[in-house]
Nanobody, 126 residues
Framework: QVQLVESGGGLVQAGGSLRLSCAASGRAFSGYVMGWFRQAPGKEREFVAAISWNGDRTIYADSVKGRFTMSRDNAKNTVYLQMNSLKPEDTAVYYC???????????????????WGQGTQVTVSS
């Protein structure tokens, strides 16, 4: 069992930056694919980014490519999402998620992820 706790959200002006963190409990974390998702009011949860178990592969949604960077530190049981050049449309609750079944195959569908954090709010003002 893995528990995930996100932090780092907040209010930022358009063009600004935030770094989200997701701390995981459990020794198995280092073997998991990890992902970030977000959900804006009235919209479905959408994929943002994912990273392989050792951090050598990442994928991003087209809407954040070139602006967001996902990384992980397995020694600290933590994944990060560096968000630059933020836009008002990035406003959402951001969730981290863990996929215990695929070490290097990165999937974008939420149904493949087994563990979820409680989310952290990101608000970008114009």
């Amino acid at each position: 069992q893995v528990q995930l706790v996100e932090s780092g959200g907040g209010l930022v002006q358009a063009g600004g930056s935030l770094r989200l963190s997701c701390a995981a409990s459990g020794r198995a974390f280092s073997g998991y694919v990890m992902g970030w998702f977000r959900q804006a009011p009235g919209k479905e949860r959408e994929f943002v980014a994912a990273i392989s178990w050792n951090g050598d592969r990442t994928i991003y949604a087209d809407s954040v490519k070139g602006r967001f960077t996902m990384s992980r530190d397995n020694a600290k049981n933590t994944v990060y999402l560096q968000m630059n050049s933020l836009k008002p449309e990035d406003t959402a609750v951001y969730y981290c998620a863990g996929d215990q079944n695929r070490r290097a195959i990165l999937v974008t569908a939420a149904r493949f992820y087994d563990y979820w954090g409680q989310g952290t709010q990101v608000t970008v003002s114009s």
